[in-house]
């Protein structure tokens, strides 16, 4: 099928570019320490993605995460110094979902677009971020918050194995639930859905809703990460989720997408990312680099990969 041809294609380019940067820079760049760094620094945008694809598999679009990014970690850090860490964590879960809900609800049952109200919500959740902060960040110091930011377990980051879980819970509700097949039909004709008994709306509020609380965790991840919650974190985030999931083979216009391939996207974009400061580039070109490789992925989706879906 076509998203198995694009999946194969970007899991193909993901392993030339690791093999590319290991021969230009063996000593730093093909190491356990750098991959597990930018395995690490990859997991927000991984998690993010496996949501994302819900989202444009149903013909929607969130450009709200990375600023919900931003409140997420800006909260948490506010909060942690007043609460329980634990409780502060589970109020800034609630945060990014009920957010997801707003946006669902306007979108999916008041009718306004969801590139329309989520474009919105970018520009006012990041004025949110910047006036509960003041401007500043907050530390973040609690043992459990940085444990999830920078501890490990048998060895290997905890942002990853939470990545990892997330990827595996998206690819069976993806693949294997009503919920998936509801998410294609929406996407591949909304009115068919409809006619046929699905409840579009709520499909389409829920694909928002799960959004809003992978950016809320997303969001803890960086901000732990890095031992501080700033309002400045997550810019173009949310371009980057977008590149990876269609780089991984999902249409942008709905209807199909796929769930490893949005992880390979990531991949990609994390490998990239990192090679290039490796080398020594300057670290301005990754966002140009990142924008040209999201027009070249959607023209491969509307021009090369649509024809080959129509051939079959």
Do not use: C
Request: hydrophobic residues 55%.
């Amino acid at each position: 099928m076509i998203q198995n041809v694009q999946t194969v294609s970007i899991a193909l380019i993901f392993v030339f570019l690791v093999i590319v940067f290991s021969l230009l820079d063996p000593h730093h760049f093909f190491t356990g320490s750098n991959l597990a760094n930018a395995a690490r620094q990859i997991a927000p945008t991984v998690i993010a993605s496996v949501t994302m694809t819900f989202v444009i598999t149903s013909a929607g679009i969130d450009l709200s995460i990375g600023s919900l990014l931003a409140v997420s970690g800006a909260s948490l850090g506010i909060l942690a110094l007043h609460m329980n860490p634990l409780l502060a964590l589970l109020l800034v879960l609630l945060i990014g979902l009920a957010s997801g809900v707003i946006v669902g609800y306007l979108s999916a049952y008041q009718g306004i677009a969801a590139f329309i109200v989520t474009l919105a919500g970018l520009t006012a959740l990041r004025g949110v971020a910047e006036l509960i902060t003041g401007g500043y960040s907050n530390p973040i110091n609690a043992p459990l918050l940085k444990f999830i930011g920078q501890g490990k377990i048998a060895a290997i980051y905890t942002p990853i194995w939470i990545a990892a879980a997330v990827v595996a819970l998206g690819w069976y509700v993806y693949s294997h639930t009503r919920f998936g097949r509801y998410l294609k039909a929406i996407g591949s004709n909304e009115e068919s859905a409809r006619r046929v008994g699905i409840n579009t709306r709520r499909v389409k509020m829920a694909a928002l809703a799960v959004s809003g609380l992978t950016a809320a965790v997303a969001g803890i991840l960086v901000s732990t990460r890095l031992g501080s919650g700033s309002s400045n974190i997550g810019v173009a985030f949310e371009l980057e989720v977008i590149t990876a999931v269609v780089l991984g083979g999902t249409d942008l216009f709905g209807g199909r997408g796929s769930i490893i391939g949005a992880l390979f996207g990531a991949l990609t974009l994390g490998v990239l990312s990192n090679g290039l400061v490796i080398i020594g580039l300057n670290v301005f070109w990754v966002p140009i680099l990142q924008g040209l490789i999201l027009l070249l992925a959607i023209l491969a989706n509307t021009k090369i990969f649509s024809r080959i879906g129509h051939t079959r």
